[in-house]
């Protein structure tokens, strides 16, 4: 992977930077742009939510950041590296060493203790987090024998996110973290993801359609039909505990 200066103007380390960036999804004769030209950096430390409908691009736009997806066009780089030219083995170590994902399903196997699902991933970590460590990073230090059936959904998708940080990411990517859960166990799971960032200093990604989520984040990125329509700065951050939905 080339690489570029992670630097911008104004001296904030630039984790991602997107110039351009179109995804056509070819359906037989019919052709679907998921992404229409997407010009956005994203910053060390900072927490972003991408904000939009079904069908804004959100999810394409994730996926490209984490190496899960290629680009139909323009370019994505992650610390100055060019993924838009990566290998796919290149693409696979980027995944495996730098980018923790959480999506609106757990994916945790049923069979193991939340503490075995964590260490499933730090077994083949370069720079491991202890696995108990990262279930109380998520308020679940005394959860660590239980098994997914023994958990209601929130605390599952906590040991969801424990897995992704217990790699040590620089990247946290989340796809509707709270999309099959209550308003008051999603809040309990905003929580947890606002411990890492501030406490681990993670970036971290997260894509709603929920508009009361923006409320927790740094910046807001709307998008809207394959386009960023708006980048909002949230002057005063909300804790989880004060959003409602």
Known sequence: ????????????????????????YEMGDVRVHALRGIDLDLYAGELVVLLGPSGSGKSTLLNILGGLDTASDGQVSYLGKDLTRASERELTEYRRYHVGFVFQFYNLIP???AVENVAVVTEIATKPMD???????VGL?????????QLSG??????????????????????EPTGALDSETGIVVLEALERVNAELGTTTVIIT??????????R??????????????????????????
């Open 154 to 175: 929130g605390e599952q998708q906590r040991v969801a996110i424990a897995r992704a940080i217990s790699k040590n990411p620089d990247v946290l990517l989340c796809d």
């Open 131 to 137: 696995p108990g460590k990262a279930l109380a990073v």
């Open 1 to 24: 992977m080339e690489n570029a200066s992670p630097e911008n103007k104004a001296g904030r380390k630039t984790v991602f930077h997107t110039q351009g960036l179109t995804k056509v």
């Open 111 to 113: 069979s193991l203790t």
């Open 141 to 149: 230090a005394d959860r660590l024998d239980h098994f997914p059936t």
């Open 220 to 245: 807001v990125v709307h998008l809207s039909n394959g386009l960023i329509s708006t980048i909002d700065i949230n002057t005063r951050k909300r804790a989880p505990r004060e959003l409602h939905w």
């Open 209 to 218: 359609h929920n508009v009361d989520i923006a409320g927790m984040a740094d």
